[in-house]
């Protein structure tokens, strides 16, 4: 994927070299916080970092552990298709998990999920908008409805791939009790520092709290971290723009190949649906050193799909010619 700029790389370099690498790191990560809650116009109470989102996601399966209503066990409701570690960190802990497929446009299905919401009432809700695989956000007003259906519940909206989308979802977070906001720097250029976190109601996080390892976000994650809410903020945003400026163009020459449908999208790949079987292509182009990602193995509507990541110009071009062949 395009890179940040040399003058950011040269500052992210001048932060790493101010050592103090015998110290541990600031337990509390509060300029990081403070960093981010001004940058999102929320308080510093209301942010907790952690080691990518997949960390926060543990946090939360951690500390929502007390079964509802008649339930013998936590009961975590999500999507699917959707990202795969909401099942998998919850079957780790020996929660109950709830899929509730999207609809054919893979968007929200909600009626569905709110049959599954009185039938077992959630601790959890985890809906990621940009979704991933599929792309796409889910409507405001279907994603609205299962906020308010699962009101004893936490909603977890996922936006790791908002930089990317028209829009963001703060406003139902401003809007209910019950919402929370997971993001990460691991998909704007940062993901060897392996940082996310969570936007919630400050009661929600010190409860969180009190559920996290000491010392969990690294030194250097933290000063990289700071720097991509603040001095390199803009730099950060030119980068999305690059990515969205590249995946329409790429998809622009996608879809004029015969055999390929491709998804709008508002994340930072493009989500294709072919006529050959999805197995089929990912095997061809794996053979030609190009990797994407396949969900054939699922079966159903998914053996025609794959997701696409948006390149440098020059893979994107790679792909878009060996996908002329193969179509």
Same mark, same amino acid.
């Given at each position: %994927? ?6 950011? /790389? ?13 110290? #541990? ?42 079964? /509802? ?16 570690? #909401? ?16 609809? /054919? ?116 994650? /933290? ?53 050959? %079987? ?50």
């Amino acid at each position: %994927p395009p890179l940040l700029g040399e003058g950011a /790389q040269k500052r992210l370099v001048e932060a790493l070299s101010e050592g103090s690498w015998q110290r #541990y790191p600031d337990p509390s990560a509060s300029r990081l916080r403070h960093a981010i809650a001004e940058n999102l116009g929320v308080t510093p109470e209301e942010i907790l970092p952690g080691v990518g989102s997949d960390e926060v996601i543990s946090l939360l399966l951690t500390a929502f552990v007390r079964p /509802q209503g008649k339930s013998d066990v936590a009961t975590v409701l999500t999507t699917t298709p959707t990202f795969v570690m #909401y099942k998998l960190s919850s079957r780790c802990r020996g929660l109950r998990v709830m899929e509730v497929p999207l609809d /054919q446009d893979w968007d929200l299905a909600v009626d569905s999920l709110r049959s599954a919401i009185a039938f077992t009432p959630p601790n959890l809700v985890f809906i990621a908008s940009p979704n991933n695989p599929t792309g796409n956000l889910m409507s405001p007003d279907r994603l609205e409805q299962v906020i308010q259906a699962a009101a004893g519940a936490l909603v977890v909206v996922d936006e790791a791939y908002i930089a990317y989308a028209q829009r963001d979802q703060l406003d139902l977070y401003r809007r209910y009790d019950n919402v929370a906001i997971l993001r990460t720097l691991s998909k704007v250029g940062f993901a060897a520092f392996r940082l996310g976190f969570l936007i919630a109601r400050p009661n929600v996080v010190a409860e969180l709290d009190k559920v996290r390892l000491p010392y969990n976000v690294p030194t250097p994650t /933290q000063r990289v971290a700071e720097l991509a809410f603040t001095e390199l903020a803009s730099d950060v945003s030119r980068l999305a723009e690059q990515v969205v400026g590249e995946r329409s163009r790429l998809a622009s020459k996608l879809g004029d190949l015969p055999g390929l449908h491709i998804a709008p999208s508002q994340a930072n790949f493009l989500w294709l649906r072919t006529e050959r %079987p999805a197995a089929q292509l990912y095997e061809s182009l794996k053979e030609r050193s190009i990797l994407v990602r396949s969900f054939h193995g699922r079966g159903g509507r998914l053996a025609h799909q794959l997701r696409v990541t948006v390149g440098t110009p020059s893979e994107n071009d790679e792909l878009a010619r060996a996908l002329a062949e193969l179509t």
